[in-house]
């Protein structure tokens, strides 16, 4: 996966992202210990890679004020315009649990609730791993896999968050809001950072521990849109309609069309 090949030096962490994380320390685990940042990179999913092809640690984190081939899910670009976001990978080096598929809800989960909690707003997760505050999405998340003879080395997990107003292209100006947007006050990126930083820690160690279960059930209270809602999605035999139903327990999201019931597991779904 990794594009970045340009030599990879690092600037001096800024001092509102070192403050916000010695606060965050001992909750953080091996999250954030070793902190890369970089006022401008490609991608921060590739440079993390490119440290975890290097042997960088679990929990080796790589943060950019701002990304220049910033990308989301389905090949999408994702706009990184300096200061107005926080873009953030993180290296992790799976084990057996949870399954690589499983990552991004696992991050989901974590994510909502540290947007929840640092922000006080209704963070809610939209099937399979969009942030959402009402229609409009607030993070997005996208975890990347690197496997060798069959095995997964390593997984890149990348979330941005908008935290404040940008200059969207215009198809995105009405689906994207921010932190600052929303609450009409500033907001802290160091506080966001560490806060996610530490919610992303205690879900994967609680895969981990005790497996998914829960965090199944908490991915379900907070995606209300994953029951009842109409969506659409491209098949192999064309647009689809139907309702949802749900997810199972890999994650798929289940649509109830023509009396049967579909497992989407991937590709673009459109909200109704
Ligand atoms: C999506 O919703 O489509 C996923 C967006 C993921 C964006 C983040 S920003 C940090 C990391 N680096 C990237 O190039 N992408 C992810």
Same mark, same amino acid.
């Given at each position: 996966?990794?594009?970045?090949?340009?030599?990879?030096?690092?600037?001096?962490?800024?001092?509102?992202?070192?403050?916000a994380?010695?606060?965050?320390?001992?909750?953080?685990?091996?999250?954030?210990?070793?902190?890369?940042?970089?006022?401008?990179?490609?991608?921060?999913?590739?440079?993390?890679?490119?440290?975890?092809?290097?042997?960088?640690?679990?929990?080796?984190?790589?943060?950019?004020?701002?990304?220049?081939?910033?990308?989301?899910?389905?090949g999408?670009?994702?706009?990184?315009?300096?200061?107005?976001?926080?873009?953030?990978?993180?290296?992790?080096?799976?084990?057996?649990?949870?399954?690589?598929?499983?990552?991004?809800?696992?991050?989901g989960?974590?994510?909502?609730?540290?947007?929840?909690?640092?922000?006080?707003?209704?963070?809610?997760?939209?099937?399979?791993?969009?942030?959402?505050?009402?229609?409009?999405?607030?993070?997005?998340?996208?975890a990347?896999?690197?496997a060798?003879?069959?095995?997964?080395?390593?997984?890149?997990?990348?979330?941005?968050?908008?935290?404040?107003?940008?200059?969207?292209?215009?198809?995105?100006?009405?689906?994207?809001?921010?932190?600052?947007?929303?609450?009409?006050?500033?907001?802290?990126?160091?506080?966001?950072?560490?806060?996610?930083?530490?919610?992303?820690?205690?879900?994967?160690?609680?895969?981990?521990?005790?497996?998914?279960?829960?965090?199944?059930?908490?991915?379900?209270?907070?995606?209300?849109?994953?029951?009842?809602?109409?969506?659409?999605?491209?098949?192999?035999?064309?647009?689809?309609?139907?309702?949802?139903?749900?997810? =199972?327990? =890999?994650?798929?999201?289940?649509?109830?069309?023509?009396?049967?019931?579909?497992?989407?597991?991937?590709?673009?779904?459109?909200?109704?």
């Open positions: 996966m990794s594009r970045e090949h340009a030599p990879l030096v690092p600037q001096a962490v800024p001092a509102d992202l070192q403050a994380l010695a606060g965050a320390r001992p909750r953080l685990g091996s999250f954030g210990q070793d902190l890369r940042f970089f006022t401008s990179v490609g991608s921060t999913n590739d440079v993390a890679d490119r440290l975890a092809l290097d042997g960088a640690a679990e929990g080796t984190t790589v943060v950019a004020d701002t990304q220049t081939a910033g990308r989301g899910r389905l999408r670009t994702w706009h990184s315009p300096p200061g107005a976001g926080l873009y953030a990978s993180v290296v992790l080096r799976p084990g057996s649990t949870p399954s690589p598929a499983l990552w991004t809800l696992v991050a989960v974590g994510l909502a609730d540290a947007l929840r909690r640092v922000s006080g707003l209704n963070v809610l997760v939209k099937w399979p791993n969009d942030l959402v505050i009402g229609r409009k999405k607030v993070c997005g998340i996208l990347e896999g690197s060798s003879q069959g095995s997964i080395r390593h997984v890149v997990l990348g979330f941005g968050v908008n935290l404040r107003p940008a200059a969207y292209p215009a198809d995105l100006a009405d689906r994207a809001t921010s932190l600052e947007g929303e609450l009409g006050r500033p907001v802290d990126r160091g506080i966001v950072l560490a806060g996610s930083l530490e919610a992303l820690a205690d879900r994967i160690e609680e895969a981990r521990a005790s497996g998914i279960g829960a965090i199944l059930d908490r991915w379900r209270a907070l995606a209300p849109s994953s029951i009842g809602s109409q969506v659409e999605w491209r098949s192999p035999d064309g647009i689809r309609r139907g309702t949802t139903a749900g997810i =199972d327990g =890999d994650g798929a999201l289940l649509v109830t069309a023509g009396g049967a019931v579909e497992r989407i597991i991937g590709g673009e779904v459109r909200w109704m």
